[in-house]
Nanobody, 130 residues
Framework: EVHVVESGGGLVQPGGSMRLSCEVSGFFGHDYGVGWFRQGPGKAREGVSG????????FYAASVKGRFTISADANKNTVYLQMNSLKPEDTAVYYC???????????????????????WGQGTQVTVSS
């Protein structure tokens, strides 16, 4: 059974930085993809970034490109989302999710589709406010 556990989150001032972590377990080897999604107040959930730890394929939504960096430590089965230059509109509950080959294919083609992910974390609140 696949499990995903997020950590990080909290309150940060505009322009500040924060790092989220996502530990994945239950996949055989490293053939899986990880996506970060977020849901702001009154908004639909949206895909933010994704990575395939085995080959380093990455995806960023236009709204975060150049400010967020996703990385993976395959030995620790952990994915990190480094968020810099945070804006109030980045305020949201951030979710980490993991899935198999369909997720990896999606990253190659440049999309994050929620229904392709097998397991989701509980979500962590990120609040950007002065």
């Amino acid at each position: 059974e696949v499990h995903v556990v997020e950590s990080g989150g909290g309150l940060v001032q505009p322009g500040g930085s924060m790092r989220l972590s996502c530990e994945v377990s239950g996949f055989f080897g490293h053939d899986y993809g990880v996506g970060w999604f977020r849901q702001g107040p009154g908004k639909a959930r949206e895909g933010v970034s994704g990575i395939s730890p085995s080959d380093g394929t990455k995806f960023y939504a236009a709204s975060v490109k150049g400010r967020f960096t996703i990385s993976a430590d395959a030995n620790k089965n952990t994915v990190y989302l480094q968020m810099n230059s945070l804006k109030p509109e980045d305020t949201a509950v951030y979710y980490c999710a993991a899935g198999g080959y369909t997720v990896i294919a999606g990253l190659v083609h440049g999309w994050l589709r929620e229904h392709e992910y097998d397991a989701w974390g509980q979500g962590t609140q990120v609040t950007v406010s002065s």
